[in-house]
């Protein structure tokens, strides 16, 4: 089996390489802060201590970070892993960045005699935690194939979109259906409860009918819980739509929709909602409205 470097271990990418060292992959992680490191070690990973050794050490190198700049610092910088990067090697990003960075990355990676693969994942915290990731892959086949079987133990929906960046396009795509429909459900349980109707109700019967989806099943229940905390925060959702944005300037288009989602975001975020799972945007909506999408009654006391 290849070595496998993993680079960031945070609520994504812990459980990840976890999945890895479970399969028996030999496995060598970093991360910025220790903990999870430490974890890993003690489960038979070897301890990172550097991007440049990590890379090293690897025949296939995975990073999983916040941002395009965390990704450029790691894998371009100088004593970055590419400095460590042997010819044949095999750097994946399942970061979410700019396309742009993914291709700078991708032709860096091929100067040095190896290949590279921007894929990006869907599915949250919890497809994480239970390998059922949407990867979404922008590179040569010839790599794609090569690191298909690592991804078969990450998910589930593994697709080959096209050439380097083609991956990081399609999950700002994602990023965009995902936004504007946490937006529409809020607009939708919050006129509900604006004009005395039961939302736990309204959302029971959309769930039968074509305005179905995971959204309103996982984000609409969460609303009417109040259950805010972060499956995926929402200050890196307002990342992902800046970067679909600038990605649509970048061909000459707009996104009007995505662009008032973003702009409900950043409300969130100044008001200190930037830990806040990405289904409180409700919120902002709920203050603008004047009335709140209600929690269902607490079970009586027997």
Known sequence: MERIGFIGLGIMGKPMATHLLEAGYPLTVLDRVPEPQVELVRRGARPGKS??????????????????????????????????????????????????????????????????????????????????????????????????????????????????????????????VVAVTIAAISEALLLAAKSGVDPAKVREALLGGFAQSKILDLHGNRMLQRNFAPGFKIKLHRKDLAIALNTAREVGMALPATASVAELMNALIARGGADLDHSALVTVLEELAGCQVAAPPAPAER
């Open 51 to 176: 991007p440049r050794q990590v890379a090293g050490e690897s025949d296939v190198v995975i990073t999983m970070l916040p941002d395009s700049p965390d990704v450029e610092e790691v894998i371009l910088t100088p004593g970055g892993l590419l400095e460590g990067l042997r010819p044949g090697s095999l750097v994946i990003d399942m970061s979410t960045i700019s396309p742009a960075v993914s291709r700078r990355v991708a032709a860096a990676s091929r100067e040095r005699g190896s290949d590279a693969l921007d894929a990006p994942v869907s599915g949250g915290q919890v497809g994480a935690q239970n390998a059922t990731l949407s990867i979404m892959v922008g590179g040569s086949v010839a790599a794609f194939e090569r690191a298909r079987p690592i991804f078969e133990r990450l998910g589930k929906n593994i697709v080959h979109i096209g050439e380097a960046g083609a991956g990081q396009v399609t999950k700002a795509a994602n990023q965009i």
